[in-house]
């Protein structure tokens, strides 16, 4: 799409927005920060870090593959290729006794990579400060390899995305964030926390650090979700807590957003790829529980109506089932299938399989 476009359909956005908490509107930048992940010499760069080879050997066998990798890929960036820092080394005397004490403008360079703020830190050894910036930009993250969970789960998901894996940068208002992933095998989202190697416990938060969660939103590449959910056992109790917009905002700006995030990285696509895309993701949004009794293939089996993806062309059809689309029986075969099936030995009490019963194969 040409700039130009881009930055008209950004305007449209920020217009559907306007009325909304500025909280809200803020969240656009998040899409940003994912959709710069893209990139594909950014994502070159990543691999490079990541010994590929060496993290393939230790896999689990036993475990679905990309499941195991991901447990592997998570040890690694958290004990071996990124440290924490809540105050950064004296860079005058190298002694690690030192204190935020207050913060500083960015300089240019440093807003160059996106640091919006910068923390000074002083030391008690010899009374020197050290600046710390806190980058956003992933590939300086990749050279830093340092700072806190913005930090983190920053440069965490570029390195998810760069092996292939679809990811989602997740935002905890109340202060943290963190990566989800799709698992083709379990057929859902799996959080993953790159500061505590964890994976897929979700309830981490509200269970072992007492966290009143409010808002969690998950932006990926070509969509953005309301994910609060999979984090709580309780949606009710955490409601009240939500009161920095009412619901009907939030669910306006997320659409919005979404809207917008497809846009941006499908429009190379053909509408017929984007639909089928966008239909795919939303059922995968969906909790499995649900989605059990509304996948569009048992909709249309059972002769239900299908919803259209949003954004679909008005008319737009999703074409047969993979049933009607099966080659109709020749002559010879329905015959002997009517002939089995009406067998006046078919009443016998003893259960036996079709195969049991007639062979395999058809009669020749
Ligand atoms: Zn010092």
């Given at each position: ?39 594909k ?37 958290k ?39 910068v ?102 590449r ?9 984090y ?39 509408a ?82 079709r ?8 009669p020749?």
């Open positions: 799409m040409d700039a130009m476009m881009e930055e008209q359909h950004l305007a449209m956005l920020q217009a559907k927005l306007s009325s909304l908490p500025p909280k809200l509107q803020n969240q656009v930048g998040s899409l940003a920060t994912v959709q710069g992940y893209e990139m010499p950014l994502q070159r760069q990543a691999l490079d870090e990541i010994p590929v080879l060496a993290l393939d050997a230790a896999v689990d066998p036993s475990e679905s593959y990309e499941i195991s990798f991901m447990r592997v890929l998570v040890r690694w960036f004990h071996e290729f990124f440290s924490w820092t809540n105050a950064p080394r004296c860079e005058h005397c190298g002694s690690t006794e030192t204190k935020t004490v207050g913060r500083a403008d960015p300089t240019p360079e440093e807003k160059h990579f996106k640091a919006n703020t923390e000074v830190a002083a030391c008690s050894k010899c009374g020197g400060q050290t600046r710390f910036p806190r980058y956003n930009d992933p590939a300086k993250l990749l050279q830093t390899r340092t700072g806190r969970c913005g930090e983190w789960a920053n440069c965490f998901t570029l390195v998810c995305r760069s092996l292939g894996y679809e990811a989602r940068h997740v935002h905890d208002w109340t202060d943290h964030v963190w990566t989800e992933v799709f698992s083709d095998s379990k057929q859902r989202w799996l959080h993953v926390d790159a500061c505590e190697a964890a994976l897929d416990s979700p309830l981490m938060y509200e269970k072992g650090w007492g966290k009143k969660l409010t808002y969690c939103i998950g932006f990926a070509d969509h953005v979700v309301d994910v609060t959910r999979r709580t056992q309780s949606f009710e109790e955490l409601l009240p807590r939500r009161t920095q917009c009412s619901e009907e905002e939030l669910k306006k700006a997320v659409s919005a957003i979404d809207e917008f995030a497809l846009d941006r990285s499908l429009v190379p696509y053909p017929t790829v984007a639909v089928a895309r966008r239909a795919l993701l939303s059922a995968r949004a969906m909790p499995k529980h649900r989605r059990q009794h509304t996948s569009p293939q048992r909709r249309r089996r059972s002769g239900a109506p299908v919803e259209m993806p949003r954004g679909a062309p008005s008319g737009a059809s999703l074409g047969p089932t993979m049933r009607q689309r099966r080659r109709p029986l020749s002559a010879r075969k329905r015959a002997w299938n009517k002939q089995a099936h009406h067998s006046p030995r078919r009443g016998t009490k003893v259960h036996r399989t195969r049991q019963r007639y062979g395999r194969g058809w020749s």
